[in-house]
Nanobody
Framework: QLVESGGGLAQAGGSLRLSCVAS????????MAWFRQADGKERELVAS???????NYAGAVGGRFTAARDNNKNSLYLQMNNLNSDDTANYYC???????????????????WGQGTQVTVSS
């Protein structure tokens, strides 16, 4: 089970920090990721992070968002800075296979999902 928290309302230029806590199995054996889905749009990758902590980011958030994981705490984090209205979406934590023919950007790679936390950025 994955449970996200930390979403809410932020002003443009502001910051939020999302957290995701896993229970039931250790996350160390999974590639973890943050996805987001805005109203009327497809779910898109925000950042993926390997078991060793190497993160890759979508172009739209690079330089503003930082993903991190703490395997000892079975947790995943997303620090979001310099938010803008395009960041408004429901943000999901996901766990998926370390190796796969599917790219890390594909939601189908991930078998475990949280319920999502809403982030709304006001301009």
């Amino acid at each position: 089970q994955l449970v996200e928290s930390g979403g809410g309302l932020a002003q443009a230029g502001g910051s939020l920090r999302l957290s995701c806590v896993a229970s039931g199995r250790p996350i160390g054996g999974y590639t973890m990721a943050w996805f987001r889905q805005a109203d009327g749009k497809e779910r898109e990758l925000v950042a993926s992070i390997t078991g060793g902590g190497t993160a890759n980011y979508a172009g739209a958030v690079g330089g503003r968002f930082t993903a991190a994981r703490d395997n000892n705490k079975n947790s995943l984090y997303l620090q979001m800075n310099n938010l803008n209205s395009d960041d408004t979406a429901n943000y999901y934590c996901a766990a998926g296979a370390v190796t796969s023919i599917l790219p890390t950007s594909s939601p189908r790679r991930y078998g475990y999902w949280g319920q999502g936390t809403q982030v709304t950025v006001s301009s």
